[in-house]
């Protein structure tokens, strides 16, 4: 073989996907150790046998390739086409099918490649025949190689482009011939372009890198969620002689990723947990209706969310949401609040004025910390649920409302009930439809998901401050060992401290709360010698840990830790750690 199509042949000796080729009339022309493996064929066959005895698929049963070459529909894109094997259960694969040409042009057979939907896209192995001409083999290996979904290219040892196969061309936009001889960095433009690549990784190492998460940018400008892996190219004396990498496109799946975030989220509540999906499967089940709701939870839960929830998944959500906080009102002012009062009803009554439930007319009124509301002032409230009717302080003309009520408490309103502090008529007419928003330590499976979006939140707070994208893994351990006394008010508030605190791109440890970072699980811990108690400690161990990482690079190491060099030579000498 010459050079370039043993350059070509160490290219598919690195990749991974099943690849198979179909003649027309249906003989196995050539298969890859990878489609062996996926169809369970041992032994060098099953070359000149015919396709439909190895392979059974859903498109070999309903749409064969082969029958549509004649009408130009051959080449296709299927996800979820499931693989029959005998004696295992069937396997969902991704599948691409092309049609194979000869270097002629002419239509000889097609070309399948595929993978189990599970896997991500590693390196596809070789696809080698013996007795074959060099120039037909090589045309047979080009083909096979442009007519793979995902991208492959390779390198140079100083990382300059050495071939751009058609994937590469549809991710990028940019044409083979114009990225040759250039450096893959200008061509990929990669968001760790310039720190830590995976191909300047592979090349240092000796060792290639499986699905790294990368963001091209195309020729248009645009990005593109990618997953690239490589793999070492070594010529026939086993010299590294520079890299292939295979992109996969992850625009698809990080779609599938927003629809599943999007199903933890309903009307700005954020949830995976089994009680927050129960809470959302209530959220619609009541909508529709007018019945009244009563939420208890702690304070902090999110109950005012909840009620907002329902108001806008309703017939009402053109209509007006008024808010009634019945711990803020003074004894005296709960009827006008609520009714209004007309002029001269009482001292200070100068003018008429409007209450609370006429505000809310057509739409929802939320009571909000119900088990405030004074005794003498409940009698009221029930005959508006009773009776849809009231009158003003100082009136004697009857008012009609048209307003669904929402209640919330975060006291246990039977016990109110027993101390005589709340009418038990009252709590039937509100305990219509009961829900308990779980407490934070109750939900702790959602507190990454929490974190997340609160830091998307601060992000839209503070425009001009660096974008913080995540917290640190021993920032979510802490976070999962605390009891959360304020719920997820309390989580707010700790992720916007330490975001505004942060000067890096994730929040450490020593950026959230002394409370919180040595919470009582974390001083045990500490006792047994697992970590230390204590931000200090804390923070002198995460230096000298990046430290060591960076190989006493302070500038490397200030920059990952998100402090100016000066800080980082101030806390070095504090911590005596030079």
Sequence with gaps: MNKNLNHQHLILQNLAEGVIAVSLDRKIIFINDAAKRLLGITGEGPYEASCGDFINTDLCLNNCPINNLNNNSCASHHININLYTEGSPPMPLCLNVAPLKDINGNTVGIIESFRPMSDVIEIIHALEKNNILISQEKNKIDSIVNSLADGVFTVDAELCITSFNKGMERITGLEEENVIGIKCNDVLRANNCEKECPLSYALRNGYGMANCMERVVGKDGTTLPVYISTAILKDSANRNIGLVATVKDASELENLKKELNERYRFSNIIG??????????SIEAVSDTDCVVLIEGESGTGKELVARAVHHQSSRRDKPFIKVNCAAIVEGLFESELFGHIKGAFTGAIRDKVGKFELA??????????????????????RVLQDGEFERVGDIATKKVDVRVIAATHIDLKTAIKDKKFREDLFYRLCVVPLRMPSLRERKEDIPLLVNHFLEKCSLKFPLKKKIAEASEEVISAFMEYDWPGNIRELENIIEHAYIRTTGSRIELFSIPHHVACCKDFAHQAATGNIPVGVKAMEKTLIEKELKKNNGDKLNTAKNLGMSRTTLWRKIKQYNLT
């Design 361 to 382: 007319n057509g739409g929802t009124i939320f009571l909000d910390e119900i088990g405030d509301m004074p005794l003498v002032s409940q009698p009221k409230l029930l």
């Design 272 to 281: 995976k947990s089994k009680m927050m999906q129960e809470i959302f499967d």
